[in-house]
């Protein structure tokens, strides 16, 4: 049953994501929370997009037990293709081939909901690339989104 509800609770998360500009689901970061490092400029769709999936990325490693990486404050000088593997899932990461997490339901729910985190940061990361590599607040949250799938796939791999 809790693989049942994990798995949903996954799908949701796809969902969501997948669901491109549609309306924020939960508020923008509020200065002086945990993203209080790199303020939302503007509000454009983008930045929106970026905000909901990054909160999205939050809420799962809070909800299991991962530390939330502090906002990265490289700005508009970040090294971009530097991070263009990290934010794979583990499934389309090649680095990743001697992962080998038990066969559990609880390993097999770590590891979709890990895809899902990666998921979310390669998106944040692909909309970071489409504004041009030099928007400071995108690409912060895609240095962000990738430590949190690192951080994720470590996680699943490690599940015995």
Do not use: F, W
């Not at 939960?26 to 939302?40: C, I, K, L, V, Y």
């Not at 990361?125 to 895609?142: S, V």
């Amino acid at each position: 049953m809790r693989g049942i509800v994990l798995g949903a609770a996954a799908a949701a998360l796809v969902a969501c994501a997948a669901g491109g500009r549609k309306q924020m689901v939960s508020a923008p970061p509020q200065a002086g929370g945990a993203d209080a490092g790199a303020t939302m400029p503007g509000g454009s769709p983008e930045h929106a997009e970026i905000a909901q999936l990054d909160q999205a990325i939050t809420d799962e490693l809070t909800r299991r037990g991962l530390a939330v990486p502090a906002d990265a404050t490289c700005g508009p000088s970040c090294d971009m293709a530097a991070i263009a593997m990290d934010t794979k899932p583990v499934t389309a990461d090649p680095r990743m081939q001697s992962c080998k997490p038990g066969a559990s339901d609880t390993c097999q729910d770590s590891c979709t909901l890990s895809d899902s985190i990666c998921k979310n940061a390669d998106r944040i990361c692909t909309i970071a690339h489409q504004l041009g590599d030099r928007d400071a607040y995108a690409n912060d949250k895609c240095v962000r989104g990738s430590q949190s799938c690192q951080a994720s796939k470590q996680r699943c791999c490690s599940c015995l």
